[in-house]
């Protein structure tokens, strides 16, 4: 019988050997198919009364990272070992023991100055996995990591899934819909991604917000002129933002924060959020409008954070938990004027955000999601009221779930019109008159599809 402790580690917590091996925790429990999320929160939750703020940031970027690189960390070390370490006896030994190599790696790219302390903070690191018995193989690994620098990294760049860090199939499927954006697309997704505030102008207005920000100095600045969308030269935990808990602003990603006023809901209107949690674009249209605003979402749990975000905000809205498709289950027979229709997709357009699902996520998902996101917009097209206008928007860039998606519903529906979008700025993306509005991955914002459908009268 194995001990009980054989994945303990005496490791000082203040350590970068600490981080390395909760980080590893981590992305094995990803590898395994758990979502990233969950992994940190089992983290959070086992290692409280270890992990300082500080060191919990260290464990946050070195998970995030070595997933983002996982296609190059991978390529690499499957040239540095004999044999997998997910094969034969012992499997969450080496399960763990992959993972924590595989973040030494990232380590070591990112921070090549600091190889030899990383070599050995990762090797103490191993002390942790089955009473060390992986120390030798470790050290060995990642100081012929060391050795072979230049011969490893030049194989790596002439292989697509490590120099791009995405999966053959995602590589593949981007380079086709966009043949002359494909590589911007994919080095935009292996970046960190920005953090934009939305300003409740119903509170404050955009250049008072800046001058708090000065005033405690953060650095931000206004991304566009009559909006509401703050960047922030550095993330910055919540807490650290004046008036956040009042209120004042959100945390919401300037591509998202184009959904609510392309509805041009106006006061008294009736809308829906169908699919609103955690509840940005909800909040934002009703700080855009006194609308009697419905917020669905089919998970229960998430329901809360829409409740949350509403306090919050001070703002008010009916809210339930009910599959939107299910008309009867939460349906009262009375037509909205506007509908938000933020259908659940592959989050293609976010990767940068959740990097776990680049290697998560299935080709054959996306069939999958086309097929829910059909049936999601054409239930609801049943309580859009005749004149009424729904917007269909994902946070994904593959063409089947966004402009075929539509071009497959109007098709299904003669009282269909598609509206143009009015994309004001449009860097990073595609709108015409005659075109739904794809934004693509860039430094101030993710990747968003907007579409506009009017039910003819």
């Known amino acids: 019988m194995k001990p009980a402790n054989r994945f303990s580690s005496a490791l000082p917590p203040d350590s970068l050997g600490f981080a390395l091996i909760r980080a590893a925790e981590v992305v094995a429990a990803v590898i395994a198919g758990r979502s990233l999320d969950t992994a940190l929160a089992a983290c959070w939750n086992t290692h409280a009364r270890e992990l300082s703020p500080s060191q919990r940031g260290a464990v946050q970027d070195l998970a995030y990272g ?17 044999s997998p370490l997910q094969e034969g006896e012992d499997k969450p030994g080496k399960t763990l023991l992959r993972a924590l190599l595989l973040t030494a790696l990232y380590r070591l790219e990112t921070r090549p100055a600091d190889a030899h302390t990383i070599v050995d903070q990762a090797v103490n690191a191993t002390a942790g996995i089955d009473q060390g018995r992986f120390k030798a193989l470790a050290n060995a690994v990642l100081r012929n990591r060391l050795r072979r620098e230049a011969e490893l990294l030049a194989a790596a760049n002439a292989d697509p899934v490590a120099l791009h860090q995405h999966p053959l199939w995602w590589i593949d499927r981007i380079r086709a819909a966009y043949p002359e954006q494909w590589e911007s697309i994919l080095a935009a997704d292996n970046t960190h991604p920005p953090m934009t505030l939305r300003v409740n102008r119903r509170r404050i207005g955009a250049e008072a917000y800046l001058a708090q920000l000065a005033a405690v100095g953060i650095g931000a600045r206004l991304l566009a002129e009559r909006e509401s969308a703050i960047l922030l030269e550095r993330p910055q935990a919540v807490d650290k933002l004046p008036g956040f808990v009042d209120g004042l602003v959100s945390v919401q990603d300037w591509g998202a924060q184009r959904a609510a006023p392309l509805l041009e809901a106006q006061d008294g209107m009736r809308v829906l959020d169908a699919c609103a949690a955690p509840g940005g674009k909800a ?15 089919a998970e229960p749990a998430r329901i809360a954070r829409v409740n949350e975000n509403l306090q919050r905000l001070g703002l008010q809205a009916q809210v339930k938990a009910a599959d939107c498709r299910v008309l009867e289950s939460w349906w009262d027979g009375r037509p909205f004027e506007r509908i938000i229709a933020d259908v659940p997709c592959s989050a293609s357009g976010v990767v940068r955000r959740h990097p776990d699902g680049k290697w998560l996520r299935r080709e054959a998902d996306i069939a999958g999601f086309a097929r829910n996101q059909a049936e999601i917009i054409d239930a609801l097209w049943q309580v859009l009221a005749p004149g009424g206008k729904m917007l269909y928007c994902t946070c994904s860039l593959f063409p089947q779930e966004n402009a075929m998606q539509v071009g497959f519903f109007s098709s ?25 509005w794809q934004l693509l991955p860039q430094a101030e914002h993710d990747g968003f599809f907007y579409a506009l459908l009017q039910k003819r009268a």
């Open 283 to 297: 909040t934002h249209l009703l700080e855009l409008a006194a609308v009697d605003l419905l917020a669905l979402d």
């Open 66 to 82: 070595t997933l983002r690189q996982y296609g190059r960390g991978d390529f690499i070390l499957a040239h540095l070992l004999r």
């Open 412 to 436: 299904r529906h003669a009282d269909a019109l598609r509206l143009p979008v009015d994309g004001g700025d449009e860097r990073g993306g595609v709108a015409s008159a005659r075109q739904p």
